[in-house]
């Protein structure tokens, strides 16, 4: 493992970003991390995020990497549930989070001081070298909703070599990745496949080109001036480079580009298509899920010949189409996804055994996604089982914020729910029952939303009813508010 890290127009050398990592991994030793505890980060694209990660894995510990966008009581419940032993945070997003109590984790800043919190200055530090050998290594805790309408933390045991191995595999062919590689990742690194990108740069030795956010004609022009060959992409940034003037288009020169992963939800196979004319048969895409890892990769030229597809299965994985009494569906017939990946570690849900139960079956797991094997044994989703919404490759669950809105003034009822977004791939859109007598605007909704959950779970379209459709137990029928959304479209996702 002897990567750099670019950011910012400075390149941290191998020995550079060693001697970080490992000082890192020093401090964090000191305050008590081990094998098996939690490091929250809420810190945002950096080489100092980098450095974090490689340091908490070396010592056995899960790094859980937080949505920055989180306001006060999404970041408070996190750190509750995890047990964190330690928080690292940007200062000014710790500055937002005015009476956030740290539950008995430590708590540093990074990139500046907050009132009562110790800078993150490890290479000040006088701490001894790390005194024990290495942990086996274990996977992130990313932190995925559910039907609760609370974050689950996924916690994973150490990683085999066996499994290391198998990943490493996994590595080459979703990410192309070669110790020569010239990555790029603009993505947040919060999410699980950009932090496993990044994870899987960096052991592999390459070169990793960090920006703290996607900016189109700067992700040609970095590619240009510095030859990249990888990069992290997701369709939403295939959208907006292709929006961009033909001049500046054609301004760049992208032939050093090997090879694009892409993953975090479907692309329009238009986009697909007109990515692939434009930069060369380097598009690839993988479907996933931060419980199971990768299970399908669909190459530039199996893209082409099957639009639409996920992809065949990666080797090792095993996939199967079932019904709901889980048997196995002939090709064509659509069901549930079930996988075995057998490269990761076995998982759970923290506090939430549960909802990990009900996943299972025979062996194999499922995340409630619908979709058929064709006669070459190629999958194409379909829908998805829950509500769940997938908008510019981020997950968000509609019951969390269902909620959030119940419990504002004049609200009798309400349904959040997914609808079709040319960028995003989704949004989201939320019908109001409005109580008895009570005057609400969608404005207000909106408003009432934004000051209580992240922005970008906040609905974009808010419409007020009378009464909701219900079925006869009296559940709100969701779909017959849906259905006129994603009309004439060929896809349900």
């Given at each position: 493992m002897r990567p750099s890290i670019v950011f910012q127009g400075e390149t941290l050398a191998p020995d550079a970003f060693e001697q970080r990592w490992q000082r890192s991994a020093a401090a964090l030793q000191a305050a008590g991390v081990g094998d098996g505890d939690v490091v929250a980060l809420l810190v945002r694209n950096s080489p100092v995020a980098m450095e974090l990660m490689v340091a908490t894995r070396h010592l056995g510990a899960q790094w859980c990497p937080m949505n920055w966008h989180f306001k006060l009581d999404e970041v408070q419940y996190v750190l509750g549930n995890s047990r964190?032993?330690?928080?690292v945070a940007d200062a000014a997003l710790l500055a937002a989070l005015t009476g956030l109590r740290a539950d008995g984790a430590k708590v540093w800043s990074t990139r500046g001081t907050v009132a009562g919190v110790p800078a993150w200055e490890p290479l000040r530090d006088t701490t001894s070298p790390i005194a024990t050998p290495p942990a086996p290594p274990r996977g992130a805790m990313f932190y995925t909703s559910g039907t609760t309408g609370r974050p689950k933390g996924i916690v994973r045991g150490p990683t085999t070599p066996a499994q290391?191995?198998?990943?490493?595999?996994?590595?080459?062919?979703a990410y192309g990745s070669a110790p020569d590689m010239r990555a790029l990742l603009s993505a947040p690194w919060y999410h699980s496949a950009p932090n496993g990108y990044a994870l899987g740069v960096i052991q592999d030795g390459g070169t990793l080109h960090v920006e703290e956010r996607f900016d189109a004609e700067r992700t040609l022009q970095l590619i240009d001036e510095h030859r990249l060959t990888h990069a992290y992409l997701v369709p939403t940034m295939y959208v907006r480079l292709l929006a961009l003037p033909p001049e500046v288009?054609?301004?760049?020169?992208?032939?050093?580009?090997?090879?694009?992963?892409?993953?975090?939800?479907?692309?329009?196979?238009?986009?697909?298509?007109a990515m692939i004319e434009w930069w060369g048969p380097v598009i690839h895409e993988c479907y996933g899920a931060s419980e199971l890892g990768y299970m399908t990769m669909l190459t530039s030229e199996q893209a082409l010949r099957k639009p639409g597809s996920?992809?065949?299965?990666?080797?090792?994985?095993?996939?199967?189409?079932?019904?709901?009494?889980?048997r196995e569906q002939p090709p064509g017939t659509p069901g549930l996804i079930?996988?075995?990946q057998p490269a990761l570690p076995d998982f759970s849900y923290v506090g939430n055994h549960e909802a990990r139960a009900r996943m299972e079956v025979r062996g194999l797991k499922t995340m409630g996604d619908v979709g058929y094997l064709d006669d070459e044994g190629f999958l194409?989703?379909?829908d998805r089982q829950a509500d769940m919404v997938i908008s510019g490759g981020v997950n968000i669950y509609p019951v969390e914020i269902e909620h959030v809105l119940q419990a504002m003034p004049g609200v009798a009822d309400c349904a959040v729910f997914g609808i079709p977004d040319d960028e995003f791939g989704e949004a989201l859109a939320a019908a109001v029952q409005p109580a008895h007598g009570?005057?609400?605007?969608?404005e207000a909704v909106r408003a009432w939303l934004h000051e209580r959950i992240a922005g970008y779970k906040v609905p974009r379209v808010v419409t007020l009813h009378d009464a909701l459709p219900r079925e006869d137990t009296g559940k709100i029928f969701k779909r017959r508010l849906r259905d006129p959304y994603w009309a004439g479209r060929s896809r349900r996702v």
């Open positions: 964190a032993k330690v928080l290391a191995q198998a990943m490493a595999e996994m590595r080459r062919l288009r054609t301004k760049y020169d992208l032939c050093s580009m090997r090879m694009v992963s892409s993953t975090g939800s479907p692309c329009p196979p238009d986009v697909k298509r996920a992809g065949l299965p990666l080797p090792g994985v095993v996939l199967k189409i079932l019904d709901d009494a889980g079930y996988i075995h194409f989703i379909v009570a005057s609400l605007t969608a």
